[in-house]
Every structure is written in structure tokens, then in C-alpha cells.
């Protein structure tokens, strides 16, 4: 049966507690879940993508997961703070420079590596998936994401959040697996089927996010908005659209809508938000690569050698060597003078290595046929 969902939205325009705080509040005390009432546990995976200040709005800003804290604190419910960041960065800086460990100190909270944390295997949509046990472990799951571009998503919200419950280089290790945009896009959604019955609201952090090369190399944008669902799909569609995206540019986006069941013309928003839009720079990652599949394939493998793109290390970079560390296919190499180098016959583009770079120091260098195709 098709039926529609309700997206909450609150025009925040600065990291203040008691104003997240009184919204968080407002939208937790909403749900009508027996479970939500009475669990005692509580999981709370924001974004923790890497070892990042909250300032360059990459992660779920700790303010926002202060908030939703102190709310489940208030309730008498045992908190956990958990995350798998990507690449090989150690989880401890993860935890303190995006401020989470300060979070830990001030309050009676358990941070969980679900890097390290036990996993179990499960069968979703014809993927065997490794989830970590935290997700079961936890009557309650809280899902912050942040609101950011994707270059190989093309957004990134609730559902692409939901990643990071896939244990360390295992998520490398599906990169590999699943390199192009719509076999990922197919994972998510195996992953997503999986652990939505166990999700119980979602919130997106929009008060600064990101648009341009997103996730993480994008620029900083003041969106001035908190999001939140019960909802992972309708909370994603009407985040994407507000940025600027059509459903089909979000690959796993529709999907997800007809597994739920969900109609996007029954979702309902606050009227305020009615026909919303952001002045967001989405060109970067809506490439238009479904035009390829109207060729026929003969032009369209000539037309691939004209139209191509790929991660190039820039003079940036410090020779840190998480990029080489973190390609899922060993791609990227040293070189005699020091600097990485990516092997472009062998790399896959999946991103990874854009994705994680600490100074963002991987640029995408585009054909180009690629350039005139971007929109």
C-alpha cells in the first residue's frame, strides 16, 4: 500500500544548544513507539567521516549530538556514540577533533568504534552485508547525518549515513566490490533494507553543510537547516530536492521510496517549506552518465575515450599517505620523489581517495567532453 510520511524542518541559522535542543525535543516526543519509550540503550551514529574540525562541516556538528544526548540523558537511557570513520585515520583523533570526545567527557556516554566493535553477516537484496552488532545491540537508533554534495552519490543524507555501520576496511573492501555508481547505489540499498526496521528517527544536520565536491572538498555553505524523519527515504528526498536534485539524480533514492512504500507527492512538510529551495552549486556531481546507455556501443565506447575523469594529486599534498593506504583496489602508489601517484589504469573511481584526503589535496580532473557534460 502506498502511503506517505511527515519530514520536520526547522530554520536554525547557528549551532545554539537550547534552540537544537527545543526542536530535538519537540520531535522525539512525537513518536509513538512503545520500543522508543522503553528501550534503555540508545545508538547514536552521526557523521564521522574523518578527523575533522566541525567548522569545515564535513561531520555531524557535536552540538546537534549534544542535544540529542542530553535528550536521551533526561530519560534515564543508557547513551552510546558510535561510528566506523573511512580510510585508516585513528578513530581516537576522529573522536576529538570533531569534538565528540569532548562530548564524552562531559557527559556519561559510551563511545563505540563499530570499526573494532563485533559484526554480524546478513543476507539483504542479494548482498551479504557485514553490519556491526551495535545496530541490534540498541533498542534506539538515532541516524545524524550531515548535509553535504556526494561525487559518487551525488548526495549525501540519511541513507549514505547509514554506511558507516559497516565495519573498518570492509567498506574499502565493497568499494572494490561494487565500483561504479549504480552497483554502490544498489549496495546502499541492500544495506538500508537491512537496518531500517531498527532505526528509529533520523535527523540531518543542514544549519552549515556542504554543496560543490562534496563529501568532504566541497565548499562550506549556510544552509540554516535541521531536518528530521522517522522516515529515511522521504527525509532524503526532501533534503535532495531542496538542494536541487530530481530523484533520479540520487541513484538509490527511488528505490528506497518503493520499498517503503512511499509516495513522494504524500510526503508532508512544514508549509513553510513548501517548493524550498537552496542556492546550492550541485554541478560538480550531477554528471550526466545515463545518456551513454542511448548510444549505441560502438559511439559509446568512442564516446568514453573523449568523456573521462579521474582523482589527480595535486601539489598540496603532504605525503601523508592516507589516500594510498585507503584505496580499495591499491591504485595509488608512492613515487621515487615521494608523492603519491594514481595509477589511472587501474583505479576505479570510486572516490575513496578524494573522499578522505585530511587537506583535500586529491582534485578530480575532468576531459573535456566531461566538463560540457556536467550540469
Known amino acids: 500500500m502506498k502511503m506517505g510520511a511527515s519530514v520536520q524542518i526547522r530554520a536554525i541559522s547557528e549551532y545554539k544548544l537550547q534552540e537544537i535542543e527545543n526542536a530535538v525535543s519537540r520531535w522525539f516526543d512525537g513518536i509513538k513507539s512503545n520500543r522508543f519509550r522503553r528501550s534503555k540503550r540508545v545508538l547514536i551514529k552521526p557523521n564521522m567521516l574523518g578527523a575533522y574540525l566541525p567548522s569545515r562541516a564535513i561531520t555531524t556538528h557535536p552540538v546537534v549530538v549534544e542535544a540529542v544526548i542530553r535528550y536521551f540523558l533526561s530519560k534515564n537511557k543508557e547513551v552510546w556514540l558510535g561510528d566506523s570513520p573511512g580510510g585508516s585515520v585513528s578513530v581516537s583523533k576522529v573522536w576529538e577533533l570533531c569534538g565528540f570526545q569532548e562530548l564524552a567527557d562531559k557527559y556519561p556516554i559510551k563511545l563505540v568504534n563499530l570499526s573494532t566493535h563485533p559484526y554480524r553477516t546478513v543476507e539483504s537484496n542479494g548482498h551479504s552485508l557485514k553490519i556491526s552488532n551495535a545496530l541490534y545491540e540498541c533498542g534506539i537508533v538515532i541516524n545524524v547525518a550531515k548535509y553535504k554534495t556526494h561525487s559518487l552519490m551525488a548526495f549525501t543524507g540519511a541513507l549514505k549515513n547509514l554506511y558507516g555501520l559497516v565495519p573498518g576496511m570492509v567498506k574499502s573492501e565493497y568499494h572494490r566490490l561494487h565500483p561504479d555508481t549504480h552497483g554502490f547505489a544498489d549496495l546502499l540499498l541492500a544495506l538500508y533494507l537491512a537496518a531500517r526496521k ?63 512504500g512511499i509516495l513522494p507527492s504524500q510526503i508532508t512538510v512544514p508549509r ?54 585507503s584505496c580499495p583496489v591499491e591504485a595509488i602508489a608512492w613515487q621515487e620523489n615521494g608523492y603519491p601517484l594514481v595509477m589511472r589504469d587501474e583505479c576505479i573511481k570510486c572516490m575513496c581517495c578524494h573522499e578522505l584526503c585530511p587537506i583535500q589535496a586529491i582534485d578530480i580532473y575532468k576531459s573535456f567532453v566531461a566538463r560540457r557534460f556536467m550540469r
Open 198 to 260: 531498527k532505526i528509529s528517527y533520523n535527523i540531518i544536520d543542514g544549519i552549515t553543510g556542504m554543496d560543490g565536491a562534496g563529501p568532504s572538498a566541497g565548499k562550506v555553505q549556510n544552509f540554516g537547516l535541521l531536518m528530521g524523519s522517522q522516515s529515511v527515504s522521504a527525509l532524503d528526498y526532501v533534503a535532495s530536492k531542496m538542494m536541487g536534485f530530481k530523484i533520479k539524480d540520487v541513484p538509490y533514492l527511488q528505490p528506497a521510496l518503493i520499498k517503503d
Open 272 to 325: 513553510s517549506f513548501y517548493n524550498y529551495r537552496l542556492d546550492a552549486d550541485i554541478a560538480l556531481v550531477k554528471l550526466r552518465k545515463e545518456g551513454l546507455k542511448y548510444l549505441p556501443p560502438i559511439l559509446s565506447k568512442a564516446f568514453q575515450k573523449i568523456y573521462y575523469y579521474f582523482p589527480l594529486i595535486s601539489d598540496r599534498c603532504i605525503k601523508c599517505g592516507v589516500c594510498v593506504r
